[in-house]
């Protein structure tokens, strides 16, 4: 008898947690009420690239120039504006720390205006100011994935900027760029709960380099004469963790 009830206690269990699969299943998943905005701080990783799409000396153009990536850092906060069905503004700013550079081999072409292989190396500190488009096409709690893309301005902090070129004849080397750069980003944030990754990719839309300068009465002749031509733009590939707010609901 009391095998039986044993057995008849174990068959009601099975049958009521068979029940609550069922019915975990068959309940749709809620939207909850998005609030009308959030603010969000975020900080992680970036690799850039700068891209030349020219350098040259006194006309001649230097061939096999080779673009180095490096991983440099960032931190931002934002605000988002949450709009209906799903999507939303997101204005940010930050903080940016990227780095890169570009090498060109001293081939049987290059070595004639090369004094031997050549490495532009770059380091920039710029503020940020992205203002981003997203469609949350996940928005079930406490899940969500958003696609994004907007344009991006980017001011140049000269002060902890630098540059450094060697192998080449000129001396002194400088270079100046534009202050205020252009650029578009695409990118996927992922969230569970508050917490958030953001992959993104940016685009440079032009040239960023002003222009490149060196003393001439330190180089010897004839390196000494005619320009250098720098063009470059700056791509980043960037992987950031933080933390979303509601606000207002």
């Known amino acids: 008898m009391i095998k039986e009830a044993l057995f008849t206690l174990i068959g009601s269990g099975v049958l009521a947690v068979c029940e609550l699969q069922a019915q975990a299943v068959t309940t ?23 891209f030349t799409d020219e350098i040259s000396i006194n006309g ?33 700013f930050s903080c940016n720390i990227t780095q890169g550079s570009v090498s060109i081999p ?3 072409a290059n070595s ?46 000269e002060k902890h900027c630098s540059t450094e070129f060697t192998g080449f004849h000129q001396q002194e080397i400088k270079e100046e760029q534009y202050p205020f750069q252009y650029s578009g980003v695409v990118g996927l944030a992922v969230n569970v709960s508050n917490i958030f990754f953001d992959f993104r990719y940016e685009v440079g839309l032009h040239n960023t380099i002003r222009s490149i300068t060196y003393n001439t009465d330190l180089t010897e002749a004839p390196h000494n004469e005619g320009e250098i031509k720098l063009e470059q733009r700056k791509n980043i590939l960037s992987f950031s963790v ?3 707010f509601c606000i207002g609901k």
């Open 60 to 92: 001649k153009e230097l061939e096999l120039a080779q673009n180095n990536y490096k991983v440099g850092y960032f931190a931002a906060v934002f605000c988002r504006f949450n709009m209906k069905r799903h999507h939303f503004i997101q204005p940010e």
């Open 112 to 157: 004639e205006i090369l004094k031997e292989n050549a490495l532009i190396k770059r380091r920039m500190t710029t503020l940020d100011l992205p203002i981003l488009y997203g469609y949350k096409f996940i928005d079930v709690h406490p899940y969500g994935m958003a696609f994004f893309v907007g344009p991006k301005v980017t001011w140049v902090w």
């Open 28 to 50: 749709p998943m809620v939207t909850l009420k998005q609030p009308r905005f959030n603010l969000g701080v975020k900080a992680g990783f970036n690799s850039s690239m700068f």
């Open 242 to 244: 933080g933390v979303i």
């Open 106 to 108: 001293s081939t049987l």
